[in-house]
């Protein structure tokens, strides 16, 4: 009964989504506060129970099995980032310096990360994912290319003039991927405008940033975005394809008879 209870989804569920709020309401009260340290060990109880989940499992399916499954591995990645803030509890800090653990206690938010595991389909959801970063990998590195090239332009032109957007390559690449979200588009050139006592300059400033915009914001993120929908769609795509196919051999063979 007790294994039946850890090997059961629905039980891992609720527990998962009680965590997740659990850690959502600790940043509304200080640690040292009461209700915060009521939270804390209610935290703690979680991250107990994912332990004992992870071992139950460990004995049910052997080493082996349990670490077979994709999802097992993630989980027990998770687990072993709460545990120094559950070791906290027992070893003092002034005793063992565990210090840099406890930037660890961050991490726990991404536990709630396994409720993904119960969403139908979603190892078909994944690997589509999965082949879409891969199709897009060269377009992302042709974008980064343009933008860097980008950036340095916008340092040489207007580190002066707007250094708080372009003062070294650094700022001016973010300040440049900024202008590619439509973010600021207007907003800089027409701060460059402001400073400039040379009207060439403003009119200048304000077609090389559209022309960026364009070139970009529009054109290039566009662009990976659909490269990217296309390939999450490919695997549905051959599935349609094929059974038309089928649908085209059945026809085919019924006429001939």
Known sequence: ???????????????????????????????????????????HIFTTLF???????IQSFGAKGYFKDTWNIFDFSLVMIALPSLVMVFIPLEMVTLDFLLTLRILRVFKFF?????????ENLLSGLFRAVQSSVLIIFAFLIFNFIFAILSFSFFSEVAPEH?????????STFKIFTVEGWYEIP??????TESASIAIFARIYFVLLLFGGGI????????????????DNNDEVLERINELENKIDALLKK
């Open 219 to 234: 054109f290039g993120l566009s662009l990976i975005n659909s490269i990217f929908v296309e390939s999450m769609m490919s």
């Open 190 to 195: 027409d701060l460059i405008a402001e400073r």
């Open 51 to 57: 332990i004992v989940e992870a071992i139950v499992k």
């Open 1 to 43: 009964m007790f294994k039946k209870v850890f090997l059961n989804d629905v039980f891992l569920l609720i527990i998962i989504s009680f965590n997740a709020l659990i850690i959502f309401l600790q940043g509304f009260f200080s640690v040292t506060s009461s209700t915060g340290q009521i939270l804390e060990m209610t935290d």
């Open 114 to 122: 396994r409720v993904l595991k119960f969403i139908p389909n979603i």
């Open 166 to 174: 372009f003062s070294n390559p650094m700022i001016s690449f973010y």
